[in-house]
């Protein structure tokens, strides 16, 4: 069964610094799909940014960027110029092919990392 | 825009009873989840839905039962509310990944529910 692991309970960063979130994931399968998502304060998840394990380029969207290292079974999420609006609970999600053990696109969460932003 | 709508935020509920939570979603998408949320043991997978009236049990299962009687709506049932249920419920939905790729899950705002 694949596993998600976030090694980093709690993270902090100072405003316009950058952080780097953890992920590992483990799986047998040479296809699938990486996401981060944010959980702030309201409660509701947003996605941040996906990867699809085909790709060799790595993902950006504006200010968030994922380092996606196959090999290694790593997938850390970087966030450049953080704002006090970045903080938040991050989770890192696998999810299989399609018809994978029966699971039509269940998502494998991480168990989350809090990141905070000091002004 | 796309949307997740779980019927409540907040639900406080006696041990014994019988609790539905709604979940509707407008994206026509196949598949719905709902998940546990507890702090320092993040998502839990309880029951999907790839289809109406189809479901497969998740990982902790145990104490629920789902219903899905039209696409848009995935109910989450606790036959008999107890203490250990207190918890965070997340609905999400999502397309079917089945001859597509890059399909992500939206989710709903989260049910904080207290079992006393």
């Known amino acids: 069964a694949q596993t998600v692991t976030q090694s980093q309970p709690e993270m902090s960063v100072q405003e316009a610094e950058t952080v780097t979130l953890s992920c590992t994931y483990d799986?047998?399968?040479?296809?699938?799909?990486l996401f981060w998502y944010k959980q702030p304060p309201s409660r509701q998840m947003i996605l941040v940014i996906r990867q699809e394990a085909y790709k060799q380029q790595n993902a950006t969207e504006n200010r968030f960027s994922v380092n996606f290292q196959k090999a290694a079974k790593s997938f850390s999420l970087k966030i450049s110029d953080s704002q006090l609006g970045d903080a938040a609970m991050y989770f890192c999600?696998?999810?299989?092919?399609?018809?994978?053990?029966?699971?039509?696109?269940?998502?494998?969460f991480g168990k989350g990392t809090k990141l905070s932003v000091k002004p | 825009d796309v949307k997740v709508t779980q019927s409540s935020r907040y639900l406080v509920k006696r041990t014994g009873e019988k609790v539905f939570l709604e979940c509707v979603q407008d994206?026509?998408?196949?598949?719905m989840f709902w998940y546990r949320q507890d702090p320092g043991l993040g998502l839990r997978l309880i029951y999907f839905s790839y289809d109406v009236k189809m479901k497969e049990k998740g990982d902790i299962p145990e104490g629920y039962s789902v219903s899905r009687e039209k696409k848009e709506r995935f109910s989450l049932i606790l036959e008999s509310a107890s203490t250990n249920q207190t918890s965070m419920y997340l609905c999400a939905s999502s397309f079917s990944p089945a001859g597509t790729r890059n399909t992500e899950a939206f989710f709903g705002q989260g049910t904080r529910l207290t079992v006393v």
């Open positions: 994206m026509d998408h196949e598949n």
């Open positions: 799986t047998s399968e040479s296809d699938y799909y």
């Open positions: 999600a696998y999810r299989s092919p399609s018809n994978y053990g029966g699971s039509q696109g269940n998502l494998i």
